[in-house]
């Protein structure tokens, strides 16, 4: 599976950006698939930043609950993050992940695919 992101760029703080990552070369169904964007500062760990179920719920890390949105679009293969009052702090390259799926007879499928990642920077 290769996932390939756009929409990263510079931004002020208070802006907004929207990221896109859109998945192909799966046999799988994309609607099954767990979603995640993680981030990864410089000089720090990566971060999971929010997460999406084949059922459309969503989970978010504490510090972007209520300025983030994630989404998906299974009929484009593809993933979303609607990031809002950007703040300095959000700096950091995003990555798309999928780390697991169901497969034929409801069998949990466990993956690690990774986009290539995009720098989201936002200046005071």
């Known amino acids: 599976v290769q996932l390939v992101e756009s929409g990263g760029g510079l931004v002020q703080a208070g802006g907004s950006l929207r990221l896109s990552c859109a998945a192909s070369g799966s046999t799988y169904t994309f609607n099954t698939f767990h979603l995640n964007w993680y981030r990864q500062a410089p000089g720090k760990q990566r971060e999971l930043v929010a997460a999406?179920?084949?059922?459309?719920?969503?989970d978010y890390a504490d510090s972007v609950k209520g300025r983030f949105t994630i989404s998906r679009d299974n009929a484009k293969n593809s993933m979303y993050l609607q990031m809002d009052n950007l703040k300095p702090e959000d700096t950091a390259i995003y990555y798309c992940n999928i780390d697991r799926g169901t497969g034929r007879y409801g069998l949990e499928l466990l993956f690690d695919y990774w986009g290539q990642g995009t720098l989201v920077t936002v200046s005071s």
């Open positions: 999406i179920d084949g059922d459309g719920g969503a």
